[in-house]
């Protein structure tokens, strides 16, 4: 007992004198842990999420945001009207808003933006949200008028996307590299591979932050990231890598662990476009091969909620479709000999995720092996996969690139993908439209559900939305369009000092406009 | 070499100074216990090495039928030590089988062409492959043609070359200049033959005992492959596959770390006591100033 006192009276000791500098002043920088680092910084052109988790909402802004609840809250443009035929949109724009280098932001610079998403030769990652834009007409500085060539109902909420920041003209072609927009912080430098960091921005428009500077660190390691936590070098991990060493923060009082939702509909990915993928027999035996229960608890430990079909659990709009998907090896044993495909060897290239996808990887095969599908493990780093090895359509046949080399896919042949199966976590808001996309690595081309989104986009009733989005949910889960496993638990670990994080992850971002530190 | 009377009583005193260290008994029995568990492990493991149990993750050893529990997919760990012995032992093996039959020739062959551009072209090669570290040519392999326990094999097999090259060149030298190479000289041998016939029996000693060491280091080179996610890709599995698959839930279940990494310690102890033994009784220099 007596050392445990000595012990205790060393750590208050300790406390203190680590308590007292920091009364006299609260922090103002913080240091972020993120898993992955972004391949450049501009959400316009980029597909990763890795990018909107350092820019969103802190470098750059849209005219309308996503708030924490996953509601849309106006950003830039203070106020909109649509008209009765849902056609013209008339954005009212906030005066006095400047971008970091000086300039002023005014509706010439939003009409550029959007322009720019449906440009030829446009880079942007989510063109089809915004396919709609007929034209984009300035009325004055600060009035946009943005007409559609059909209703869409989900413009406003598109227009939250970080693919659709407000940009400055004179800067969008350097913003990858050194991105200047309309946020509370500024771009300060980057350390290629191990940090960026952001600067307060001295004029900003908007409700004043709390912080001066941020940090973003880049850990991919589970326990390099679980180090960097307990060394203090991290603030925050807002999606912590590794839900084994959770129990140790939680009983750690230097420590919060914060448990929210995701969009992360992690998925088994079929390619169905392949034999003997395309059989849809075949897919269901492996859906029901598929026991849900023990790759959370396996692979996630215990984090994690089963979904049926690819719709996160916390939308209103959501069904469970899980138990058309039960765990059921018998049953999928007796597909598999009806669908008389014989022995049936698959690959299963699994991402660098130390979690849902090489752990959960491990337990799905041998599940799969069980049914009598013998499966091929391969681990593939995200450069690998992120190419027509998994992700990418491949060049078309015969088709020759600069200095003689492979081009990428251009849109002029079918898409044609090579994969047989992978494990992703799709953390996009609203991407079950991602099935309707031809050129979608899931390769599913289903005319029935590309009528129910085709619809979606004219409907603007939310009853007769809400219809539309369950009977897609319901077309994906009988088509097993993919093996649905869970939707990914947004594990935070922060400081607990630390008071402003986002709790749930609506969308990618790690918004800090709200962060600060309390004493 | 040996003179043929004599060889039954040199046999019988190698036994009796074998039996007499306790370094090689100690070593010996180590080391045969590893070999034993990776044999039985082809036709025999408690558990299919590979079979989840997800519900009966981490239990601690000794739980039920698991003797050394169970890991964080609840797979048997005695099963996963017997086969990952199976990885273990066989790339160590095989890369130092590479390293001595490519580096001893190479060694012997400078040693009789010694002092010429041929003796300095081998031993410098032998250098610069020497002067990268081993772990940097593995990741370099797996870098280029992929991860596996062939890469590993290969990665480590170039590393141990120039330590057999060098060995056998400084020991051929020390022999090049003695009599009975000069009588086998005159005798008409070529240079070659005389390596083969008389200078590479009289250095086995010496190469057996290296070759102890090297596997050692082979065993833990493994590891660190595999550690790094390098080695053995699943579902096959290795002792340092183990470690770090397990090195982030050590608070969680302390156990499935320390099984593994217990089991590189004690299998690479075992090794070196019995090369540390054999050239005690080997080495009839070092066993007649023992007594």
Not at chain 2, 131 to 152: D, E, H, Q, S
């Amino acid at each position: 007992m007596r050392t445990v006192s000595l012990v205790l009276a060393l750590a208050s000791a300790l406390s203190l004198s680590v308590a007292l500098p920091a009364l006299a002043q609260a922090r103002t920088d913080v240091n972020i842990g993120l898993v992955l680092e972004p391949p450049s910084l501009d959400p316009t052109a980029e597909a990763a999420a890795a990018v909107d988790e350092v820019v969103y909402a802190n470098v750059f802004e849209g005219l309308t945001r996503f708030a924490p609840d996953a509601s849309v809250v106006p950003a830039l443009a203070e106020s909109w009207e649509i008209s009765e035929d849902g056609l013209t949109y008339t954005f009212h724009l906030h005066d006095g808003v400047k971008f970091h280098d000086g300039s002023t932001m005014d509706a010439e610079d939003v009409k550029f933006s959007l322009d720019r998403i449906n440009a030829e030769g446009s880079l942007n990652a989510q063109k089809a949200l915004f396919a709609d834009i007929a034209s984009v007409e300035v009325v004055d500085p600060l009035t946009v008028k943005v007409t559609l060539s059909k209703p869409n109902g989900a413009m406003i909420y598109n227009l939250a996307w970080g693919d659709a920041v407000i940009v400055a003209p004179e800067t969008a072609a350097t913003n990858g590299t050194k991105p200047v927009g309309t946020g509370p912080f500024m771009f300060g430098d980057r350390t290629e591979g191990i940090s960026i960091s952001l600067v307060k921005s001295p004029d900003y428009w908007g409700t004043p932050i709390a912080l001066d500077a941020a940090k973003f660190l880049f850990i991919a390691d589970p326990s390099a990231a679980f180090a960097a936590l307990q060394a203090g070098d991290i603030d925050s991990f807002p999606n912590f890598p590794s839900p084994e060493t959770v129990a140790q923060f939680e009983s750690d009082p230097r420590f919060r662990v914060v448990i929210g939702t995701t969009q992360g509909e992690t998925v088994l990915a079929m390619n169905n476009g392949k034999p003997p993928l395309d059989n849809i027999k075949v897919r269901e035996a492996i859906a029901h091969a598929i026991d849900r229960d023990a790759i959370i608890d396996g692979a996630m430990f215990g984090y994690g909620t089963p979904i049926g079909s690819f719709f996160p659990p916390g939308d209103a709009n959501y069904i469970d479709l899980t138990a058309q998907s039960a765990y059921d090896p018998e049953l999928s044993k007796q597909l598999l000999a009806e669908a008389g495909v014989g022995p049936i060897s698959l690959t299963l290239r699994l991402p660098p995720v130390e979690g849902y996808a090489r752990r959960g990887g491990e337990i799905i095969a041998q599940q799969l092996e069980a049914v009598g599908i013998s499966v091929e493990v391969i681990n593939v780093e995200w450069a690998q996969w992120l190419s027509p090895e998994v992700f990418l359509p491949a060049p078309c046949e015969g088709a020759v690139g600069a200095e003689g080399k492979a081009p990428a896919w251009d849109g002029s042949c079918p898409a044609t993908f090579s994969y047989d199966l992978t494990i992703v976590s799709h953390t996009e808001p609203d991407d079950i439209g991602a099935f309707a996309r031809d050129d979608f690595y899931f390769n599913y081309h289903s005319e029935a559900f590309k009528a129910l989104y085709a619809e979606l986009g004219l409907t603007a009733d939310p009853a007769k939305r809400s219809e539309l989005l369950k009977a897609m949910q319901q077309r994906l889960a009988d088509d097993y369009a993919a093996g649905f496993l869970f939707e990914l638990a947004k594990i935070g670990v922060e400081n607990v000092k630390l008071q402003g994080m986002w709790e749930n992850a609506p969308t990618q971002a790690t918004d800090l406009t709200g962060v600060s530190w309390t004493e | 070499m040996t003179d043929l009377a004599t060889a039954p009583l040199r046999r019988d005193s190698l036994l009796r100074a074998a039996l007499g260290s306790r370094n090689f008994v100690v070593g010996a029995v180590i080391t045969l216990g590893i070999l034993l568990l990776a044999v039985v492990s082809f036709i025999w493991t408690p558990f299919p090495f590979s079979a989840q149990d997800i519900p009966n993750k981490f239990k601690p050893p000794l739980t039920g039928s698991h003797l050394l529990g169970t890991d964080y997919l609840g797979r048997d760990m005695l099963s996963m030590i017997m086969v990952g012995a199976r990885t273990s032992i066989s790339v160590a093996l095989l890369a130092v089988g590479i390293g001595a039959l490519i580096g001893t020739p190479l060694g012997l062959w400078a040693a009789a062409r010694r002092g010429t551009l041929l003796d300095e072209i081998i031993m410098r090669a032998n250098d610069l492959v020497f002067a990268f570290p081993a772990l940097l040519i593995a990741i370099l392999i797996t870098a280029l043609y992929g991860p596996g326990a062939v890469n590993a094999i290969i990665a480590i097999g170039i590393f141990n070359v120039p330590v057999f090259a060098r060995l056998a060149r400084g020991a051929a030298l020390s022999l090049w200049t003695r009599e009975f190479i000069l009588a086998a000289r005159v005798a008409g041998k070529g240079a070659a033959r005389i390596s083969a016939e008389h200078i590479l029996p009289n250095i086995l000693n010496t190469l057996v005992v290296q070759i102890t060491i090297q596997f050692a280091l082979g065993i833990l080179a493994e590891a660190a492959l595999a550690y790094v996610g390098l080695g053995a890709q699943p579902p096959m599995t290795s002792w340092g596959k183990m470690l770090a698959d397990s090195q982030t839930m050590v608070a969680l279940a302390p156990h499935v770390a320390i099984v593994p990494g217990l089991t590189i310690v004690v299998t690479v102890l075992g090794v070196n006591l019995l090369g540390d033994g054999l050239r005690d009784i080997l080495d009839p220099r070092l066993r007649r100033s023992r007594r």
